[in-house]
């Protein structure tokens, strides 16, 4: 079982920066690739970066792209999402996922997630 704690989201005006934490209890953590989702008032809820086990390889929405940077750090068992250049539309619920036993980078950014993290609320106002 793993399970996963999000961290550092908040208010931040247009065009600043944030940086979310995820962090996983288990062993296993550094074997999964992981990644972030979001989802905004009355929208479903959307892949936003990945990661893979190694992270060596990373995969991010056209819409972050140049913006947010995924990383981990296997050691700390934590993945994080630096987010620059923020707008007023990356305003979400940004939520941490692990792939789990078997799971890739590829089916994850597809939302197929075995574990999810409870959510950090992530507001740029205009």
């Known amino acids: 079982q793993v399970q996963l704690v999000e961290s550092g989201g908040g208010l931040v005006p247009s065009g600043g920066s944030l940086r979310l934490s995820c962090a996983a209890s288990?062993?296993?953590?550094?074997?999964?690739?992981m990644g972030w989702f979001r989802q905004a008032p009355g929208k479903e809820r959307e892949f936003v970066a990945a990661?893979?086990?190694?992270?060596?390889?990373?995969s991010y929405a056209d819409s972050v792209k140049g913006r947010f940077t995924i990383s981990r750090d296997n050691a700390k068992n934590t993945v994080y999402l630096q987010m620059n250049s923020l707008k007023p539309e990356d305003t979400a619920v940004y939520y941490c996922a692990a792939a789990g036993p078997g799971g890739t980078m590829v089916a994850l950014t597809t939302g197929r997630s075995r574990y999810w993290g409870q959510g950090s609320q992530v507001t740029v106002s205009s």
């Open positions: 288990g062993r296993t953590f550094s074997s999964y690739a």
């Open positions: 990661i893979s086990w190694t992270g060596g390889s990373t």
